[in-house]
């Protein structure tokens, strides 16, 4: 089989409270009274792709526009209101990077617990252990608590945790916005290194050209809703001209 992905259908809808609630206590009044009232908002609209086998599929669209809900349905971390995605092999999602770190602990301490979270044995972290560090360039903060380093910091090194291991599928959420130019350059070549290697990618980015460097093929999202898909060169004209 040659198809990585296939999503068929997603709409994502979210039930979005009306009203200001000033308190826990108030909320729950009105929740016992049946007073709550919500408006639905569709995030995601009869969404349906597929990403082929080793292909670098990038997804653009202003803020809003549905990109990391369609991530968040791909990865498993959400459940689609309606359709449904299939992944066919491992994934690794570079959402929220860092979100599984606990801030009170070592940087030292949490490549391990992060490590044991994918799924790592200690001896399998103990060998990777150097390389995660010198990627991320932190030698000098190992002993420092996460809460005590900036978000760069912080994304630079559960990106450096989460690709040592080269998944079947990876999935990309701005994380290349993340740390100085030369650390995008980075993060960009061993990306690069994992599509050589056959691992299919999903990118979201606010950077045109990244997309134009890095994908095949391009869906642009408007409103939670399907506006372009094809080829990457066709689909970024469109979207920088507005049409």
């Not at 080793?54 to 990109?67: P, Q, W």
């Not at 617990?113 to 991320?136: M, P």
């Not at 945790?161 to 994380?175: F, H, M, N, Q």
């Amino acid at each position: 089989m040659n198809t990585a992905v296939e999503v068929k259908n997603v709409t994502m809808k979210f039930n979005m409270s009306k009203e200001k609630i000033d308190s826990i206590k108030e909320y729950f009044v009105k929740l016992v009274k049946g007073n709550l009232l919500y408006t639905e908002f569709t995030a995601l609209d009869s969404v349906s792709f597929d990403v082929k086998k080793g292909e670098v599929f990038g997804i653009v669209g202003l803020n809003g526009s549905g990109k990391s809900t369609l991530l968040k349905v791909v990865s498993g971390i959400l459940k689609p209101s309606t359709g449904q995605a299939k992944v066919f092999g491992n994934i690794s999602p570079l959402i929220e990077l860092g979100a599984g770190f606990d801030p009170d602990l070592t940087a030292r301490e949490n490549i391990y617990l992060n490590g044991y979270v994918l799924g790592h044995t200690k001896k399998y972290i103990d060998e990777k252990f150097d390389s995660i560090v010198e990627f991320a360039e932190l030698e000098e903060f190992l002993d420092v608590p996460i809460k005590n380093f900036s978000s760069g910091m912080v994304a630079r090194l559960g990106f450096s945790i989460a690709t040592i291991v080269k998944p079947d599928i990876l999935i990309v959420d701005e994380i290349l916005s993340v740390g100085d130019y030369k650390f995008q350059e980075k993060c960009e070549k061993r990306i690069k290194e994992m599509m050589a290697g056959g691992t299919t990618v999903i990118i979201v980015s606010h950077s045109i050209t990244q997309i134009e460097r890095l994908c095949n093929t391009v869906l642009w999202l408007e409103k939670g809703k399907m506006k372009m898909i094809g080829d990457t060169n066709e689909v970024c004209n469109a979207y920088r001209n507005g049409n």
